[in-house]
């Protein structure tokens, strides 16, 4: 069974950086899609960006492109989003998934809050 723990979340004030972690629990961790995901309070979950398993290509949101970064370290069974530049409208709540045929795992989420 995989587990999936988001941490990295917090306060930061706009302009600012946070880097988030996923740590992943279980098997094949390489063989996985790991992407990133946001809610914020009223709106639906968007994806903010993806990182193939095969060789590591990212795809990112419009929103997201050109501050975030996305990675995987398949030794350490991690990923991370490195965000930069970050505005009011990036405050949500942070979800890890992993993605492997008809297999999806969720973490519960990390929230970030940009606020002045």
């Known amino acids: 069974q995989v587990q999936l723990e988001e941490s990295g979340g917090g306060l930061v004030q706009p302009g600012g950086s946070l880097r988030l972690s996923c740590a992943f629990s279980?098997?094949?961790?390489?063989?996985?899609?790991m992407s990133w995901y946001r809610q914020a309070p009223g709106k639906a979950r968007e994806m903010v960006a993806i990182?193939?398993?095969?060789?590591?290509?990212?795809i990112y949101a419009a929103s997201a492109k050109g501050r975030f970064t996305i990675s995987r370290d398949d030794a350490k069974n991690m990923a991370a989003l490195q965000m930069n530049s970050l505005k009011p409208e990036d405050s949500a709540l942070y979800y890890c998934?992993?993605?492997?045929?008809?297999?999806?795992?969720w973490g519960q989420g990390t929230q970030v809050t940009v606020s002045s």
């Open positions: 990182i193939n398993s095969a060789d590591s290509t990212p």
């Open positions: 998934k992993a993605s492997f045929a008809w297999d999806e795992y």
């Open positions: 279980g098997f094949s961790f390489s063989r996985y899609v």
